[in-house]
């Protein structure tokens, strides 16, 4: 299973695993579209509907597509943050140089795999 946002970023935090479940369909839901459509024709409606979760369940977790968007951001950030520190901690310790190169490396590949 995948992580879930920052509770704080969430209205409700979800506590089973259907809901945490429910929670990664809606961002990878938010994502795809931010990809399609762009932020400004974002809608939570189209947004849950792609889930294919009912309206009330994206309301239960944000008050809005600002906040859908900023917990997506959190969880691409702390995506990010794994991935560098992975690469990092396989690396012999070869420098700042070697540390610039996996933070760089890491944010390209992101930024041409990850959606939204």
Known sequence: MKPVPHATSLRRAPVQRRSA??????????ADLLDEVGYDALSTRAVA???????????????????MADALAQRNLERYAERVTERLQATDGGGWREAMDAVLD????MKRTAPG
């Open 106 to 109: 890491e944010y390209l590949a």
């Open 21 to 30: 479940e429910r929670l990664t369909r809606i961002l990878d839901a938010c």
């Open 49 to 67: 509907q792609r889930a294919g979760v009912p309206i009330g369940s994206v309301y239960r977790f944000f008050g809005n597509k600002r906040a």
